[in-house]
């Protein structure tokens, strides 16, 4: 990832034990419901939202108890205006600082006060599209219409959302209401003129839903879905089970059963599975292989949330840095604890460890199947991360031998040598890789072009550096600053 782009959203991985203690103060809040004892149940669901962010449940949950709490009065507290300013301030930083899961935190407390809060849940909307949970984006959107049902930027955001969705009919509808509130709105007209919105607002009974006087149907497809993925997960789960019971020793089985699970997230289910296979089929190696697969997924995703906060870290410090009394740690109120230079420390070290896990099982299963080179050429290509350039040359050169991926192991291999200043290596190597190149694959063929051009002109054949240089200028004309070296190279040729 270039270290200037955007950091991508990630909802947080639960544990086994924080699934456990979600699921737990789910049902006492449900038992708390139905005791009368709302403030405690509301206490409870907030715990499940923030252990497990995107449960459609526990969020519809939580919103129906918000209401009640307040006899779906559609201003919840008196005082809201008084305790809500300071919530909503950290929903504002958390979103300019794109901190979603604290947005949907401080949300929350807000909408405790006021569940109807037009703001913020426009704001929680944006959190959760941006999480990748459109589900529970247009949900919170749905929510706000039972008090704005002919609000614009509503009904515009909302209709945005439904057009991501593929749900069009929908979104037309939502358009025509806000070119009713803004006759000359020029997207909501263009969006608006090819459809039969009149049509589509009565097959899709949303005309008391623009009134506010129906829930929108779009919960109950949302809500039928999310059951209908489960059942389904259930059943394949059922089948796979009864098979292993059937034939215990059958390791595919196992390992049908661990992918099933790794789908869905249940990292302690498929690793449990694959553990209890170990006994019945003799060690099976597939087994073995698969689990030391799964004991690095927590290392990829703590990298990839160390990387995370590493980025936000410095965009906070960047953004604080003409503030006179800015603290260095970030964020604050988030519960970050590691300054940018521990967060630099800790994300080499898990890149570290991972590379070095990872070198470990591709020489597992290079030695196991020498049959399959391709092990060879991943196993190179680690060892080359890591430094280990003269045990990369090996592998590579044994991967060489399989024609399909010979291009790649020799562009490798020019790599290799270059790291070793061998420079006479390294260009047989780029050679042979740009003659023998499939002819799609253009990047690689820039790269080839890069590295011959600037391995020429470092042993002094600027001539060849030249042609080489325009070669791939005529390709990408920006590639890697080569308009540039083409200049310079000149420059230097005609000088001498």
Known sequence: ??????????????????????????????????????????????????????????????????????????????????????????????????????????????????????????DM?????????????????????????????????????????????KAIVLWQLVKEVHPTDVEAAHKAKDLAARDTIQRGQYEQVAGGSKESPVLSRIEARAQEKQDRLSRE?????????????????????????????????????LEQGLGPTGQAFALRLELLELELEPLRRNLDLAESRLQRALQHRSSAASATNADPRYPPDSGEQLSVTELEQLRDQLRAELNRREIELLRLKAERYPEQVSHRLELGERLLQAGQVEAAIIELQQARRDEKIRWKAALLLGHAFRQRNNWRLAQRNYEEALQILPPHEEEARKEILYQLAR????????????????????????YKGINRLIDEWNERLQSA
């Open 1 to 122: 990832m270039p270290p200037n782009s955007p950091t991508p959203a990630r909802l947080p991985i639960l544990t086994a034990e924080q699934r456990r203690i979600a699921q737990e103060s789910f049902q006492r809040a449900q038992d708390a419901l139905t005791s009368g004892h709302t403030d405690y149940a509301i206490e409870l669901l907030l715990t499940c939202c923030r252990l497990d962010p995107g449960n459609f449940l526990y969020r519809q949950t939580l919103r129906k108890a918000q209401k009640e709490k307040y006899g779906n009065n559609l201003r919840g507290s008196r005082f809201a205006f008084l305790t809500t300013p300071r919530w909503k301030a950290r929903v504002k930083a958390a979103k300019r600082a794109r901190d979603y899961l604290k947005v949907l935190e401080y949300g929350e407390q807000v909408l405790c006060r006021n569940p109807w809060d037009l703001g913020t849940q426009l």
């Open 125 to 169: 909307a944006e959190a959760f599209d941006a999480l990748g949970l459109s589900d529970l984006a247009v949900f919170t959107l749905d929510q706000a219409r039972q008090k704005y049902p002919k609000d614009a930027t509503l009904n515009r955001t909302l209709a945005r959302l439904f057009e991501k969705r593929g749900d069009f009919q």
């Open 455 to 478: 391995g020429s002109a470092a042993a002094g054949d600027l001539q060849r550096a030249l042609d080489l240089g325009h070669e791939l200028a005529n390709l990408d004309f920006a």
């Open 237 to 273: 789960i059922e089948a796979l089970l009864k098979r292993i019971e059937a034939d215990p020793t059958e390791p595919a089985l196992y390992l049908q059963l661990a992918q099933l699970y790794k789908q869905h997230q249940q990292w302690e289910r498929a690793k449990a599975v």
